[in-house]
């Protein structure tokens, strides 16, 4: 049986340096081309700078946000985040919803499997 996953915290700071560890021109992980990692990049700082401290006010935990599966990074998108997922920027934010541009992510949807890692921890 694997070992259960760690408690990552949901700490805003922690996300902002896991994350800005990672650079824009190289990719992190499976399923991403070096074109969407620099937009996904992009949007994921934005977040960091302007919904971080209300996402983690409201529940919302680092592998809610930055999951990615452990092994295969995004090519598995039901242990993604949503932040990771998409390429928009975050236009609202509540303690059960993500919204983008275009598109939703919902916190605690039913059957997301466990065993993420925060993407900047894929592959270590």
């Not at 074109?35 to 996402?55: I, N, P, T, Y």
């Not at 949503?82 to 059957?111: E, L, Q």
């Amino acid at each position: 049986m694997p070992a259960a996953p760690a408690v990552i915290p949901a700490d805003p700071k922690l996300w902002r340096k896991g994350f800005l560890d990672l650079r824009p021109s190289v990719v992190p992980c499976p399923d991403l081309t070096a074109q969407s990692w620099a937009s996904v990049h992009e949007k994921c700082v934005d977040f960091l700078d302007r919904w971080a401290e209300e996402a983690a006010g409201l529940g919302w935990t680092t592998l809610d946000l930055f999951g990615v599966h452990r092994h295969v990074g995004l090519i598995r998108f039901d242990y993604c985040g949503g932040v990771v997922m998409s390429g928009d920027k975050v236009s609202a934010i509540t303690a059960s919803r993500i919204a983008f541009v275009n598109t939703a992510h919902y916190r605690d949807t039913p059957g997301r499997p466990s065993g993420a890692v925060p993407i900047w921890l894929f592959g270590r």
